[in-house]
């Protein structure tokens, strides 16, 4: 994988192999990651707010107990918090993506997604992200 220019990665997934994995592929390339086992422990997270001047993306999942990652991100829309992020999924339907690219995503995944259709997927999103 080519290195990304990207500062800090937010995962958010209920799955801890996935999180883990996640997390292990990102900061194998030197990037800080900070994850979290459901959208309300992100949303508790005082650090997420210190995104200024950062290069950040969120790699969320959709299907979590109790919020889940579509209402996470019509929370951040309606908050108006710009945060480019990739939906992952094991799940997906045309509704479904409908509604998360309304809400905000910028790409939806299916898993399982190899590393590097993530990565390149990653650094197009923040290249997109940087052109708004």
């Known amino acids: 994988m080519k290195s990304l220019?990207?500062?800090?990665?937010?995962?958010?997934d209920d799955d801890d192999a996935?999180?883990?994995?996640?997390?292990?592929l990102f900061e194998a390339y030197g990037l800080t990651v900070r994850d979290y086992p459901s959208a309300n422990h992100f949303l508790d997270d005082d650090r997420t707010r210190e995104r200024?001047?950062?290069?950040?993306?969120?790699l969320?999942?959709?299907?979590?107990?109790?919020?889940?990652?579509?209402?996470?991100?019509?929370?951040?829309?309606?908050?108006?918090?710009s945060l480019p992020t990739v939906v992952l999924t094991g799940r997906a339907d045309a509704q479904l993506r409908e509604r998360v690219m309304r809400a905000?995503?910028?790409?939806?995944?299916?898993?399982?997604?190899?590393?590097?259709?993530?990565?390149q997927t990653i650094r197009q999103v923040l290249m997109d992200h940087a052109a708004d």
């Open 18 to 24: 996935v999180r883990d994995s996640t997390r292990a």
């Open 104 to 119: 905000g995503a910028r790409a939806l995944l299916e898993k399982p997604v190899n590393s590097e259709d993530l990565a």
């Open 60 to 81: 969320l999942d959709l299907h979590m107990p109790g919020m889940s990652g579509a209402e996470l991100l019509e929370h951040l829309k309606e908050s108006e918090i």
């Open 5 to 12: 220019s990207i500062e800090m990665i937010y995962i958010v």
């Open 52 to 58: 200024d001047g950062l290069s950040c993306c969120l």
